[in-house]
T-cell receptor, first 114, second 114 residues
Framework: DAGVIQSPRHEVTEMGQEVTLRCKPISGHDYLFWYRQTMMRGLELLIYFNNNVPIDDSGMPEDRFSAKMPNASFSTLKIQPSEPRDSAVYFC????????????FGPGTRLTVL | AQSVAQPEDQVNVAEGNPLTVKCTYSVSGNPYLFWYVQYPNRGLQFLLKYITGDNLVKGSYGFEAEFNKSQTSFHLKKPSALVSDSALYFCAVSGETSYDKVIFGPGTSLSVIP
């Protein structure tokens, strides 16, 4: 398996623009997680899905953020409108279970909002 | 609520010396414990996990971790550090129910000095 795939790897955009991050999890993994990593706040869980259904979105910072998982092999994280404080590295991860198996992380998307 | 602490932001060790990265946790019931490593500009990589059984868990790249229930600790160890071990290390914990999320610690930066 190719592992978790994320695109794009880097995104530079201007404040107010819509940003869409994409993720393809490992085949057979029932759980998909979106994280954000910054120097100030460390690694934050934004949302996770089980079998394509959002289970916990309590970490989503505000309504500007939304995530979907239309099928088992694809998920998106959208920010609309983007703000400079959204600049961070966004990771997608997948796993067999929510808490008892290791999570496999993608390479991340480095987002810069000017 | 579960939590995890990594008391050291930075650990420096000479190449060839043993290394320890500390982690303490708080969780209701029996914990599931994990260690991850993050190299620069990469996603987190799963190193090892403790579920039950032997308190000494062996993982990837020669790392091991010791579970100590009385001290609620799960320290990461390696007998002989390599320069290539320099990275950011995350401890993580989840509870024993199937719905418990994994909570990540703030990370410890390990520098192995040649």
């Amino acid at each position: 398996d190719a592992g978790v795939i994320q695109s794009p790897r880097h995104e530079v955009t201007e404040m107010g623009q819509e940003v869409t991050l994409r993720c393809k999890p490992i085949s057979g993994h029932d759980y998909l997680f979106w994280y954000r990593q910054t120097m100030m706040r460390g690694l934050e869980l934004l949302i996770y899905f089980n079998n394509n259904v959002p289970i916990d979105d309590s970490g989503m910072p505000e309504d500007r953020f939304s995530a979907k998982m239309p099928n088992a092999s694809f998920s998106t994280l959208k920010i609309q409108p983007s703000e400079p404080r959204d600049s961070a590295v966004y990771f997608c991860a997948s796993s067999l279970t929510v808490g008892t198996s290791g999570q496999y992380f993608g390479p991340g998307t480095r987002l810069t909002v000017l | 609520a579960q939590s995890v602490a990594q008391p050291e932001d930075q650990v420096n060790v000479a190449e060839g010396n043993p290394l320890t990265v500390k982690c303490t946790y708080s969780v209701s019931g029996n914990p599931y414990l994990f260690w991850y490593v993050q190299y620069p500009n990469r996603g987190l990589q799963f190193l090892l996990k403790y579920i039950t059984g032997d308190n000494l868990v062996k993982g990837s790249y020669g790392f091991e971790a010791e579970f100590n229930k009385s001290q609620t600790s799960f320290h990461l160890k390696k007998p002989s550090a390599l320069v290539s071990d320099s990275a950011l290390y995350f401890c993580a914990v989840s509870g024993e129910t199937s719905y418990d999320k994994v909570i990540f610690g703030p990370g410890t930066s390990l520098s192995v000095i040649p």
